[in-house]
């Protein structure tokens, strides 16, 4: 009897897990076989293991052994000059968001796809035939895939199960294809074939050797440097250095769940022009791992949660251009590598720029895109002939300009060999003159409380000779806020509070006008609002008892209520540990000849966070009672005259003002 497990963690962070999965008969031999399942939840909990009795009977009477040949998919340069690869790991485990990246590199049409490594859980034969997939998922790039191989290909303890999937794959190996080298190694821990002397890193020098390509791309799973949790493998550095030697331009990696582009860094990891450079695509659908770690030789990086996407790659004869797809359709990160010593060419000639002065100091330029025959890196922009910038994309601000000059502006597009194209024809914009004219003074201001913390405010716009930018308001004087709108709600204000506004209006130059005519405005009084409550009365004699608000008392609010003793002489006494001696309202006691009951309270009460402990205290043993409750929304002075009593029959102690 044989036993097939399965764990259902298959997903990791934010992805959606799935609940269904098959079993491949025909790869188990024939017989009776126990599957088991557990669950295994991302808070750490492990279900109890579930099983289930299968009979196969496929004619199967040995272990089945995978004869096959891998064949790496190679090709000629199409037609079209273009080479189009998507690449991307970590992302195999069955889920929609795996199948959104799979699907988005599909609809690519791309020419050859590399899959950076690890099928989740397990990379079992089961996880490959469900999560990878066979026609769906990943599967459904299939027939284009030149593989890498993962750590977790190795969590059942042998990878076998990758190489059966892919026809005996090797562990590493090397293919052209469109005029490029591509190799593929074996980076993980459990192979451990990184360092000179081992069969992987011989067979890596002699394949370095022989290739005649003057452009090569080298992927495997782990990478070298890290911006997430693993912080790279530095030990895979004599395998980095050895492709820095061999003059690389390109490294692909998955392992870590986010995407980071590196700066190109030679043999030892210092930014260097001719270095190689690092991309991590590991967003492939298994969740998503946050940037742990700074580094400055990180040129872009992106571990957004719900940021699933993959690398399109489009070679051509003499480089390569990168974007970084996301399935929702943005690209946050896009460049190009040239993989020419000899690239001479530069980009073609920007057009002349279109040029605006919106203000005395400010000039926005753009232009139409240059072409290059790798890909332009950027554009340098001269004002009278002196550089004063450059950027990646076609428009430039010039903020360095002074009212009522003119200027000419060219540019320049240059790659990423340094290779600059002629500048473009100029163009003239004048700055207009200095704006000294304020805009008028706004009219008609109103103000109205609207609640106990509330003020609205409204007033008649302003005009400008250049236009209005917007207003302050001042309150009491003082500069409270702006606002582009001519009306504003002043808001976080004390109850029953009067405020004066006024509002001046100000323009892009930074002209004000005088302020407006003041408004005043009082905020409402705050609510009278029951807080909490308590009551006790002693059922037997005693010369003192305490009852106990349990929630936290609130600062400045109000705590009242009737306390009495039953036939002691004089008056109980009442008191609490965070306020001390509480007041007594005269004249409002009632007295039985021995007997008092009266209201006493404290006004503005200390906050009280645990809470607080009031005691009654009588002169001699008797029967104490006392009802308590806060209140706010009370004023601070002669608060007694404004309390709502409440009074009445009920479950609860509020029981509705009376």
Sequence with gaps: ????????????????????????????????????????????????WASVTLDFSNGVRTPPINTGTFVPVSGAMPP???????????????????????????????????????????????????????????GMLRSITNPTIGNHEYQTGSPSPYFDYWNNVPHYYSFNVAGWHFISLDSTSEFNQYSPGTPQYTWLVNDLKANTSPCTVVYYHRPVFGSSWTGGAPELM??????????????????????????????????????????????????????????????FADGTGGDYGALRITLTATGLSYQFVLTTGGTPDSGSISCSVNDTQPPTVPNAPAATAPSQNQVNLTWTASTDNVGVAGYTVYRNGVKVGTVTTPGYTDNGVVASTTYTYTVDAFDADGNHSVQSVGTSVTTPAADTQPPT?????????????TVNLGWTASTDDAGVAGYTIYRNGLPVATSNATTYTDTGLTPSTAYVYTVDAFDAAG???????????????KPITFVQGA??????RFTSTTITLTEPVIAGDLLTGLFGQWDAAGQASVSDNVNGPWTRVQGMPYNSGKGNIAIYYVANSKAAAGGLTITITASAATYLTGTVGEYSGIATLSPVDQVAMHAGSGTVLDSGAT
């Design 238 to 299: 004599p395998i980095w250095n050895l492709l820095a030697q061999y003059g690389v331009k390109l490294v692909l990696n998955g392992h870590e769940h986010d995407y980071q582009r590196w700066v190109p860094l030679d043999g030892n990891g210092s930014p260097s022009p001719t270095g190689v450079t690092e991309i991590v695509a590991g967003m492939g659908g298994n969740g998503v791992d946050s940037i742990a770690r700074s580094d400055s030789r990180v040129a």
């Design 1 to 48: 009897m044989g036993g097939l497990g399965i764990r259902s963690d298959l997903v990791h962070g934010d992805a959606t897990p799935f609940n269904k999965f098959s079993i491949p008969s025909t790869k188990y031999v024939d017989g009776t076989h126990v599957l088991s399942l557990e669950a295994d939840m991302q808070d750490g909990f492990k279900s109890a």
């Design 441 to 453: 003074m706004p009219a008609g201001l109103s103000a109205a409380g609207a609640n106990a913390t």
């Design 511 to 525: 002209n004000h006008s005088e302020q407006s005519a003041p408004a005043g405005a009082t905020t409402a009084a």
């Design 535 to 540: 009551t006790k009365g002693t059922g037997g």
């Design 80 to 138: 079209s000059g273009q080479y189009l690869i998507g690449a991307v790991g970590d992302g195999a485990n069955g889920t929609s968001e795996a199948d959104s990246v799979a699907t988005t590199i599909y609809n690519w049409n791309p020419n050859l796809f590399l899959y950076l490594g690890d099928v989740y859980q397990n990379a079992s034969v089961g996880d490959f035939y469900n999560l990878y997939g066979t026609g769906n998922h990943y």
